[in-house]
């Protein structure tokens, strides 16, 4: 089984539309991220967690909820979807030792692709 | 502020010949260099990882990178490339220590029989 489960893993929805994107991890690791990826732009940092209750804004939360239901659950909500929020979007989660992370460590899951016509 | 530039969007190489994916950075701060690998419908995975210790950093799979501090350089190479390397590549930087990654656009690997 993955380390990091994101679901779904496909999701087609309509403008307008509330739509919920869940990751759940058994890697123990305290530190959760949501990223967007968009051909020719890498990925973008959505939304960052470093425990249950700690969340912060990444570079691109406009449009974006999360919710960090428990340490190993950080889900990726768009209370309104719009076209431009179709990407692929990718749950990640690192390791941070005291006050210092091992940085740039992140392990992935496979993705949600979501089209919002 | 810290950014990467990823030179070529796309490389095409045959099957037993070396490949080279360009990467030059920008970092106010002593950088954190990373290469992640994404195969097709799977998420991105770490290859290899540069945090000031030796310049030249092997990797998985037969890759390696060597970062040139005075060329603003973390170009990644492996010797022979093999058909399983035919993925999309990323080049990350972040200030040492910190969590906020900076990804490249990406380069896509074609490799030809």
């Known amino acids: 089984d993955a380390d990091v489960t994101q679901t779904p893993r496909n999701r087609i929805t309509k403008t307008g539309k509330r739509i919920m994107l869940e990751c759940s991890q058994t890697k123990g690791h305290d530190r959760m991220y949501w990223y967007r990826q968009d051909p020719g732009l890498g990925l973008r940092l959505i939304y960052y967690s470093f425990d249950v209750k700690d969340i912060n804004k990444g570079e691109i939360s406009d449009g974006y909820s999360v919710s960090r239901q428990a340490q190993a659950k950080f889900s990726l909500s768009l209370e309104s979807a719009i076209p431009n929020q179709t990407a692929l979007y990718f749950c990640?989660?690192?390791?941070?030792?005291?006050?210092?992370?091992?940085?740039?460590?992140?392990?992935f899951g496979e993705g949600s692709r979501l089209t919002v016509l | 502020a810290q950014s990467v530039t990823q030179l070529d969007s796309h490389v095409s190489v045959s099957e037993g010949t070396p490949v080279l994916l360009r990467c030059n950075y920008s970092s106010s701060y002593s950088p954190s260099l990373f290469w992640y690998v994404q195969h097709p419908n799977k998420g991105l995975q770490l290859l290899l990882k540069?945090?000031?210790?030796?310049?030249l950093v092997k990797g998985i799979n037969g890759f390696e990178a060597e970062f040139k501090k005075s060329e603003t350089s973390f170009h990644l190479t492996k010797p022979s490339a093999h058909m399983s390397d035919a993925a999309e590549y990323f080049c990350?930087?972040?200030?040492?220590?910190?969590?906020?990654?900076?990804f490249g656009a990406g380069t896509t690997v074609t490799v030809r029989a």
């Open positions: 540069y945090t000031s210790a030796a310049t």
């Open positions: 990350v930087v972040s200030a040492r220590g910190d969590y906020k990654l900076s």
């Open positions: 990640a989660t690192s390791r941070g030792t005291g006050g210092r992370v091992v940085a740039g460590e992140l392990f």
